[in-house]
């Protein structure tokens, strides 16, 4: 199976780039299944109902989100009604949503897709190891599952390495997000996991995390409540990560980062053509 995950997307541009060139991917790349994190996409913070159906409609097949999941007040009404759209599942009990769904692809194949969020420098929530823990055993990968998807929503390069090692051949993919930066440290576990630290952010890489630059450097330098921090408005630059399942195992066999637009370095999965 071939999975495309997405990494956050930052406003405007990070909604732009998406919607000009997942079409395209989609098809030249013949992917089964595209995972988009969202938790960005509203001008920075949080998604609407209108965004979601955008990025579903320009090729997702599900929506993840992260510690903005919420910053749009409507996402606590429409996440109800939207299967494809998943927050942390390790938000407390009762807490609107869900935090996993499983996605069907055109061929017919299920993909669970398990959004988490870490707890280190970040909102202290439910134990994200024993959630997955939990998830996985519902619903495993051979049993319940063609491919797992796990989106580590997470500040901690430790908490996400840690993650990834205690789902090692439980899950086709860990990867994380929420630090808009892409590491590049991309590979395949022992036990078949494919892992990324982080898969940086579909947005304006000429920004501070995707936001204009100039609110970010004064509140480093004034320490003053300022304005609001709205996303830098230069071209957005895709970013994200590439796995090919062994469709017995739905384990990985290949792994290949995605960057494609300006600012940083461009790569596309050579074994799928490029
Ligand atoms: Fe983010
Ligand atoms: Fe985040």
Redesign the pocket.
């Known amino acids: 199976m071939r999975l495309l995950f997405l990494g ?1 997307v930052v406003g405007r541009p990070g909604r732009a780039v998406v919607a000009r060139l997942l079409p395209l991917l989609r098809e030249e790349w013949r992917l089964d299944c595209v995972v988009v994190n969202g ?2 996409a509203a001008g920075g913070f949080g998604i609407t109902e209108a965004i979601c159906d955008d990025l579903l409609s320009a090729g997702a097949d599900c929506v993840t989100l ?1 510690n ?1 999941a919420f910053d749009q007040r409507e996402a606590l009404v429409f996440i109800e009604r939207q299967p494809r759209l998943v927050r942390p599942a390790n938000y407390p009990p009762g807490t609107p949503g869900r935090g996993a769904t499983l996605v069907e692809t055109r061929a017919g194949a299920r993909v669970l897709v398990l959004n988490l969020m870490g707890r280190i420098f970040m909102d202290a929530l439910d134990d994200p190891f024993a959630v997955a823990d939990r998830e996985l055993a519902a619903c495993p990968l051979g049993g319940g599952a063609d491919a797992v998807v796990v989106d580590l929503h997470a500040e901690a390069t430790s908490e996400k390495q840690a993650l990834a090692y205690h789902l090692d051949g439980r899950a086709s993919l860990v990867v994380g ?2 630090t ?1 930066v892409p590491t590049a440290d991309q590979r395949i576990l022992s036990g078949g996991t494919a892992y990324m630290s982080d898969v940086g ?1 579909c947005g304006d890489y000429d920004s501070v995390l995707g936001m204009d630059k100039e609110e970010p450097i004064r509140r480093f330098l004034q320490k003053t409540p300022g304005s609001r921090m709205e996303p830098a408005g230069g071209e957005g630059t895709l970013s994200g990560l590439a796995v090919e399942t062994d469709d017995r195992t739905g384990l990985a066999v290949r792994v290949a980062p995605v960057r494609i637009g300006p600012n940083l370095d461009e790569t596309r999965p050579a074994f799928w053509g490029g």
């Open positions: 956050d938790e960005n992260g903005h997000t929420h808009h952010m």
